[in-house]
């Protein structure tokens, strides 16, 4: 004999199920709130995310989102962070080594990477010649990550690129080294404190995406990965929110492949 449920089991199953189903209702995003927000028109804008001034302690998890949500993203990773001959023994040696596996998976998944100089100096504050030992120094160690041919390269802070009318020493350094300079169109602010709280990183990105009414723009986003200062510190706020985040951007914007952007380039 089938022995029935009782009406109170059932009950309570029916209930689990429209609690459930009404949980993940709360955690859907409504695109037609979020670009009513950043006023973003009809029309998605192309992006491309790219992470600075690691590999740091976080980076994993921003590559456990990127993987999730399929997109292609550029690390411009600092010479010093994997440098490994600097740490022979210890702690440092064993961190040292957990980034360079991070960098292997960063090529492995996919993703570029770029050279982001060997210390974070503001380039064209540096004599012509240590500026040239940083860009180099840097080359020669990341020479087996790179992805792209050319390789591409990120000045710290953007100093040299967006003054090179002024100092164009710098650029032509990263020329003769045969880099191509990639800058960004949208910044994250991600590393300025005052904006880690709430959504106040993802209201940077929307606005200047979006335009707020006004005109937006397409291209290249930078976030951060890293700490420049410290040596295996990542920004955990970024990485922490970055899976909340992306759905929220990609109601207004469609994720692209660095060479999207730059036809020159070629995939090695
Ligand atoms: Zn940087």
Not at 156 to 184: A, C, R, T, Y
Request: hydrophobic share 35%; proline share 5%.
């Amino acid at each position: 004999m089938i022995k029935r449920h009782p009406p109170a089991f059932m009950a309570f199953f029916a209930l689990s199920l429209v609690f459930l189903l009404s949980a993940c209702d709360a955690n859907a995003v409504n695109c037609d709130e979020v670009r009513a927000k950043y006023q973003c028109p009809v029309q998605k804008h192309r992006l491309h995310l790219s992470f600075d001034d690691g590999v740091g302690s976080v980076t994993d998890k921003v590559l456990d989102v990127l993987k999730r949500e399929n997109i292609k993203a550029t690390f411009f990773v600092m010479g010093n962070k994997i440098d490994c001959a600097k740490y022979p023994s210890g702690q440092s040696a064993q961190l040292c080594k957990q980034r360079i596996d991070t960098l292997n998976r960063i090529k492995r998944e996919g993703h570029d990477i770029g050279s982001h100089s060997y210390e974070h100096h503001r380039h064209t504050q540096l004599p012509p010649n240590v500026a040239a030992w940083n860009i180099k120094k840097s080359k020669v160690l990341l020479s087996p990550y790179f992805t792209t041919e050319p390789p591409v390269f990120r000045l710290p802070n953007g100093d040299g690129w967006f003054n090179q009318k002024d100092k164009p020493f710098v650029m032509n350094i990263l020329k003769s080294e045969g880099f191509e300079h990639i800058g960004w169109e949208v910044t994250a602010y991600d590393w300025n404190e005052d904006f880690q709280n709430g959504d106040k990183i993802l209201d940077n990105v929307m606005g200047q995406m979006c335009g707020n009414g006004k005109r937006g723009r397409d291209g290249v986003v930078l976030f951060h990965d890293g700490v420049h200062e410290n040596e295996h510190e990542g920004r955990l706020f970024t990485a922490n929110n970055l899976a909340r985040w992306i759905p929220k951007m990609r109601c207004a914007a469609d994720f692209q492949p660095l060479l999207h952007f730059k036809k020159n380039l070629k995939k090695k």
